[in-house]
């Protein structure tokens, strides 16, 4: 319980910033804020967050939604939760509800396939944690640096990340309400479902402990929205 209260209160806030509608779609930014003196998340390589986006017309209906949680503990969209040889890349921009901001940090193996193996792990192919206040991606040390997309990105920086949705309306009507969530799971879908092909009990009773708590496993780190005309 209190780390749940510590993991919501002072980790992290989220913000919904420039909502404008032009040509058809829906633009706007979210901004994830990384308040820990730490990357978020920290620790062992298990831990997600991610953006859990919606956009509702003005009767309630669901225009768009990208990062939502599954009941099996998964996330829609993410290509890691879905084929264990791929992950989900960093986003700048995202406009479709299959493309999801995932911060996290991928492990690569000596061929550099994806593995979720810590003694297979020999560097990270992707690293888009969200970076604690005063780090500085251009200087830091290669044991620590931003990997892949997010290390170019200009948007992804020390203390926040920001993100540029752009949604297709089609025939809704506004006012339209956006909602962004920041999740975080301590173990990730796919960490649970690799241990599967191990014919031993220790493994099979852990997947077993995942999958009776995965429906519970998503909790919320911030919460934002804004209504838009």
């Known amino acids: 319980m209190r780390t749940e209260q510590q993991l919501g209160s002072t980790t992290a806030s989220v913000e919904v910033k420039n909502a404008r509608v032009s040509g058809g779609r829906l633009e ?21 967050a991610w953006l859990h986006v919606t956009v509702k017309d003005a009767r ?36 479709s509800p299959d493309q999801v ?9 000596f061929a550099g396939r994806v593995t979720t193996g810590l003694l297979y792990g ?4 992707k690293d888009n944690r969200l970076l604690p206040k005063g780090f500085d991606k251009a200087t830091a040390d290669k044991l620590v640096a931003v ?4 290390e170019q990105d200009p948007n ?8 540029t949705y752009s949604v297709a309306l089609a025939n809704a009507a506004g006012p339209f309400t956006v909602t962004a969530e920041l999740d975080y799971q301590s173990i990730g879908f796919r960490w649970a479902q690799n241990l ?34």
Do not use: C
């Open 28 to 48: 706007f930014d979210v901004t994830a804020l990384n308040r820990a003196g730490h990357k978020l998340p920290t620790a062992y390589p298990a831990r997600r």
């Open 147 to 150: 990997t892949g997309e997010a």
């Open 196 to 229: 599967r092909n191990y014919d031993a009990p220790e493994p099979k009773r852990f997947v077993g402990y995942f999958e009776q708590q995965a429906n519970e496993s998503t909790k919320l780190l911030a919460h934002a929205s804004a209504a838009v005309r």
């Open 60 to 95: 309630g209906g669901l225009v768009f939604e990208s990062g939502a949680p599954r009941a099996d503990g998964s996330i829609a969209g993410n290509d890691n939760d879905a084929d264990a040889t791929k992950f989900e890349p960093h986003y700048a921009r995202i406009t």
């Open 156 to 163: 992804f920086t020390g203390g926040a990340d920001s993100v």
């Open 122 to 125: 020999s560097h990270y192919l």
């Open 101 to 109: 901001q995932i911060y996290e940090s991928i492990m690569g193996d």
